[in-house]
């Protein structure tokens, strides 16, 4: 038995997380349990935990200030391997320059920024903010989580803000849009995701199913 936890802090996608789980478990012929939860002794149980996010981080950051869900992340980091997506890789940093600057976890040395409201391609063509769609993303070394995922795969991004990390080895890819910028980053037991793996077709279950398999660190 294979044992997802999703952690539910009232921010995220998490049905959908769950749903891509639960389909490519089937797909590897194994049996798995994934439970959306915010119950600790539940996630500390799992063999796996996930760290959704979508919305402001001021909301999500409360949220994971009431239920105490900085712990559990840190705790489950320690011992099994964790995804984080979208805000949850954003709630990783130090700060965030959203809604006038939030505190974040702190659990790895960077950022978040706003991708401004001038932001412009090549061309000198202006892009939309928030930036919305299909992305190449450029594998910047290897990691378990990339096994048959192509170099230069598109993945579903949906996000105004985009993490800055002080530690260039910890990135694992990169992606562009009026700039480059981190687009999944690991560190020992943890990979990050600013991407939507549930929402990036073939790709990106193949990457939720390298999670189902990974142990964790590299």
């Known amino acids: 038995m294979n044992k997802v ?11 959908s997380v769950a749903k891509a789980v639960e389909h490519v478990g089937r797909e590897l012929g194994e049996e798995t349990e994934v439970i959306v939860t915010p119950d600790a002794k539940l996630i500390a149980s799992a063999d796996r935990v996930i760290f959704p996010g979508v919305g402001a981080i001021r909301d999500c950051m409360a949220e994971i200030n009431r239920l105490n869900v900085g712990q559990i992340v840190e705790d489950a980091m320690k011992t099994k391997p964790v995804l984080a997506i ?3 890789m954003q709630a ?4 965030s320059e959203e809604n006038e600057g939030v505190d974040c976890l702190g659990f790895v040395q960077g950022n978040v920024r706003y991708f401004g409201d001038d932001l412009k391609d090549e061309e000198g063509k202006r892009l939309k903010v928030p930036h919305m769609g299909w992305n190449k993303v450029s594998q910047t070394q290897a990691h378990p989580l990339w096994k048959d995922v192509p170099d ?3 993945f579903y991004f949906v996000h105004s803000y985009y993490v800055n990390i002080d530690d260039s080895t910890k990135i694992t890819s990169t992606t562009s849009y009026g700039k480059e910028f981190v687009a999944t980053l690991a560190d020992d037991n943890i990979f990050a995701t600013q991407f939507h793996p549930e929402k990036s077709q073939i790709v990106g279950l193949t990457l939720l199913k390298n999670f189902l398999q990974w142990g964790g660190q590299i």
């Open 5 to 15: 936890a999703v952690i539910d802090y009232g921010m995220g996608n998490l049905h």
């Open 86 to 88: 979208c805000v949850g």
């Open 92 to 95: 990783l940093m130090e700060h």
């Open 152 to 154: 230069n795969s598109r």
